[in-house]
């Protein structure tokens, strides 16, 4: 224990006489070591701050003197989360788990199989956190999340239902049913689910980039157009709403326009291979035939199984009157999974 001592002053009493001492009064303030609770409550205000390091020090040293503190070993966990040491992260959970089951520590398990991409494990997760906590729109809306990238767009849309149902403010999940509605080919249902998302979240550029491509299925492309400038000026250096652009100013007819388009998403991201891709097509539209095949090469040397960029150097080719190496380049394109090179491929028999 830690004392903090104070002595009074010794007094002497009269000149001739014996010196008499008053008697000294100790005071000792006893200053209490900190509790499991104390290093606790440190730990969320410098995991509020985001100081994760020292989060996580206070937080291992409160479940060191508590061995069965569940929040311990709960927001341990979230600050190794946060901290990208997911296997550490899952340990501390799953002792939480054993110390008491919670909705939030079977979300953050699942959060961690997601980022691995181990769907199925995730969803069971998730269905265990709603379990626990009915109405917890995150867990909803993480599993839609992974029922779209399942490609299980119907059941995806079912858990953005839930999490909208219980969250009605929660903006990401209208943009991701309607992203949803998107791929079964929904596009009026989309339309007003991104709507809806940008009332929400009206500066997302993500959303109005969406939106925008929602627009361009329907062939509304200046509506289009005007998403996508909104998008870029929500995020100037938004390389995908740029290519977009371009892409919906080729469908519009303005070919050199979307060249530009095309050049500036490049001017941010050399390697992307989809703007090159489709400066070819842009290319190709304006008879730009041996500059349409420079850039699928291109494209092709980035990545070289981009299936279409071998479809769309044939058709530069055959435009050139090469059928035999255009033909090349169709056989090429199916054998990467790329089916429209089938009726291109007819030309060559």
Same mark, same amino acid.
């Given at each position: 224990?830690?004392?903090?001592?104070?002595?009074? /002053?010794?007094?002497?009493?009269?000149?001739?006489?014996?010196?008499?001492?008053?008697? /000294?009064?100790?005071?000792?303030?006893?200053?209490?070591?900190?509790?499991?609770?104390?290093?606790?409550? @440190?730990?969320?205000?410098?995991?509020?701050? +985001?100081k994760y390091d020292v989060a996580l020090g206070l937080f291992e040293?409160?479940?060191?003197? +508590?061995?069965?503190?569940?929040?311990?070993?709960?927001?341990?966990?979230?600050?190794?989360?946060?901290?990208?040491?997911?296997?550490?992260?899952?340990?501390?959970?799953?002792?939480?788990?054993?110390?008491?089951?919670?909705?939030?520590?079977?979300?953050?398990?699942?959060?961690?199989?997601?980022?691995? +991409?181990?769907?199925?494990?995730?969803?069971?997760?998730?269905?265990?956190?709603?379990?626990?906590?009915?109405?917890?729109?995150?867990?909803?809306? =993480?599993?839609?999340?992974?029922?779209?990238?399942?490609?299980?767009?119907?059941?995806?849309?079912? /858990?953005?239902?839930?999490?909208?149902?219980?969250?009605?403010?929660?903006?990401?999940?209208?943009?991701?049913?309607?992203?949803?509605?998107?791929?079964?080919?929904?596009?009026?249902?989309?339309?007003?689910?991104?709507?809806?998302?940008?009332?929400?979240?009206?500066?997302?550029?993500?959303?109005?980039?969406?939106?925008? /491509?929602?627009?361009?299925?329907?062939?509304?492309?200046?509506?289009?157009?005007?998403?996508?400038?909104k998008a870029i000026t929500l995020k100037t250096d938004y390389t995908?709403?740029y290519n977009n652009r371009g892409v919906a100013k080729i469908d519009?007819?303005?070919?050199?326009?979307?060249?530009? @388009?095309?050049? +500036?998403?490049?001017?941010?991201?050399?390697?992307?291979?989809?703007?090159?891709?489709?400066?070819?097509?842009?290319?190709?539209?304006?008879? @730009?035939?041996?500059?349409?095949?420079?850039?699928? =090469?291109?494209?092709? $040397?980035?990545?070289?199984?981009?299936?279409?960029?071998?479809?769309?150097?044939?058709?530069?080719? $055959?435009?050139?009157?090469?059928?035999?190496?255009?033909?090349? @380049?169709?056989?090429?394109?199916?054998?990467?999974?790329?089916?429209?090179?089938?009726?291109?491929?007819?030309?060559?028999?």
């Amino acid at each position: 224990m830690k004392f903090t001592w104070f002595i009074t /002053s010794l007094l002497v009493i009269g000149t001739n006489q014996v010196s008499a001492q008053q008697d /000294s009064i100790i005071n000792a303030k006893v200053e209490k070591e900190p509790t499991y609770q104390v290093f606790y409550n @440190d730990g969320v205000t410098q995991l509020e701050n +985001k100081k994760y390091d020292v989060a996580l020090g206070l937080f291992e040293q409160a479940v060191n003197m +508590k061995l069965d503190f569940e929040r311990g070993y709960f927001l341990k966990g979230v600050t190794l989360y946060n901290l990208n040491k997911h296997k550490e992260a899952s340990e501390s959970f799953n002792q939480s788990i054993k110390l008491l089951p919670t909705f939030d520590a079977f979300y953050y398990l699942a959060q961690i199989q997601m980022k691995d +991409k181990k769907w199925e494990d995730a969803l069971n997760l998730l269905t265990k956190s709603i379990a626990l906590k009915k109405d917890y729109s995150n867990a909803y809306y =993480s599993k839609g999340v992974i029922q779209f990238q399942q490609k299980d767009y119907e059941s995806a849309i079912k /858990s953005f239902d839930s999490t909208i149902l219980y969250n009605s403010t929660f903006g990401f999940a209208y943009n991701d049913r309607a992203s949803s509605n998107l791929e079964l080919g929904k596009l009026d249902l989309a339309i007003e689910d991104y709507k809806n998302a940008i009332k929400i979240n009206g500066e997302s550029a993500v959303i109005h980039n969406n939106l925008g /491509s929602a627009y361009r299925k329907k062939g509304r492309y200046l509506d289009a157009i005007l998403c996508y400038d909104k998008a870029i000026t929500l995020k100037t250096d938004y390389t995908l709403a740029y290519n977009n652009r371009g892409v919906a100013k080729i469908d519009k007819g303005d070919f050199q326009a979307a060249i530009d @388009d095309f050049n +500036k998403a490049l001017a941010l991201d050399p390697k992307y291979t989809f703007a090159i891709n489709n400066r070819a097509n842009a290319k190709n539209k304006l008879k @730009d035939y041996q500059g349409a095949i420079i850039d699928c =090469s291109k494209a092709i $040397e980035i990545d070289p199984k981009f299936g279409t960029a071998f479809l769309n150097r044939g058709i530069a080719k $055959e435009n050139m009157n090469k059928l035999t190496d255009a033909c090349e @380049d169709w056989q090429k394109a199916l054998e990467l999974g790329v089916d429209q090179a089938k009726s291109f491929l007819e030309y060559c028999h």
